[in-house]
Nanobody, 121 residues
């Protein structure tokens, strides 16, 4: 069973920075896409950024130029560097992994438990 464990959330003032990490475990051979999503109170979960195993990235317009996604394929870990944070970035951030090949076969897409990011004005 694939597990995703996030870390790095917290409280920061507007204009500050945070770095989120998410490590995948579970006899994994490879992961096609890893990404970050977020859900603010009363809103639907939305895409923040994704990255393929080959390094192709995709960002929500709202975070372009401020957030950077990266990954370490050898460690099955994805990162999200968040700079110039705004109060509207406040949300629970979820890690996602899809296209997971394990020693037991292909795994369904997996989600982390979420980490809270709060940006004060």
């Amino acid at each position: 069973q694939v597990q995703l464990v996030e870390s790095g959330g917290g409280l920061v003032q507007a204009g500050g920075s945070l770095r989120l990490s998410c490590a995948a475990s579970g006899a994994i051979f490879s992961i096609v896409v890893m990404g970050w999503y977020r859900q603010a109170p009363g809103k639907q979960r939305e895409l923040v950024a994704t990255i393929t195993s080959g390094g192709y990235t995709n960002y929500a317009d709202s975070v372009k130029g401020r957030f950077t996604i990266s990954r370490d394929n050898a460690k099955n870990t994805v990162y999200l560097q968040m700079n110039s944070l705004k109060p509207e970035d406040t949300a629970v951030y979820y890690c996602n992994a899809d296209g997971i090949a394990t020693m037991f076969g292909t795994s369904v897409a997996s989600w982390g438990q979420g980490t809270q990011v709060t940006v004060s004005s």
